[in-house]
Nanobody, 110 residues
Framework: QVQLVESGGGLVQAGGALRLSCAAS????????VGWLLQAPGKERTLVVG??????IYADSVRGRFTVSRDYAENKVYLQMNDLKPDDTAIYYC?????WGQGTQVTVST
């Protein structure tokens, strides 16, 4: 199974931006579904964005602010996060197929 490593998290002020990266240990196929999920403190893991061959689905809370992309040459998945809000504070996980990364912390201050 492919191994995933997220990076790019950190502390940012509200209104700022971050770009999360997810590096895969092997090739990412166009047939693979990829996604980003978040887990806020004390809450369950929820979908941020899911991207398949047929569709891209964003959570209502991030639509228009976050953008997912894939780089097949680099075997990476990205999440560009703009206009960040304190409610975006969470651990962010990427998924490719059935594989999960270990997560990267995003903290948005007021």
């Amino acid at each position: 199974q492919v191994q995933l490593v997220e990076s790019g998290g950190g502390l940012v002020q509200a209104g700022g931006a971050l770009r999360l990266s997810c590096a895969a240990s092997g090739p990412i196929s166009p047939a693979d579904s990829v996604g980003w999920l978040l887990q806020a403190p004390g809450k369950e893991r929820t979908l941020v964005v899911g991207l398949s061959r047929l569709d891209t689905i964003y959570a209502d809370s991030v639509r228009g602010r976050f953008t997912v992309s894939r780089d097949y040459a680099e075997n990476k998945v990205y999440l560009q996060m703009n206009d960040l809000k304190p409610d975006d504070t969470a651990i962010y996980y990427c998924t490719v197929g059935d594989a999960w990364g270990q997560g990267t912390q995003v903290t948005v201050s007021t």
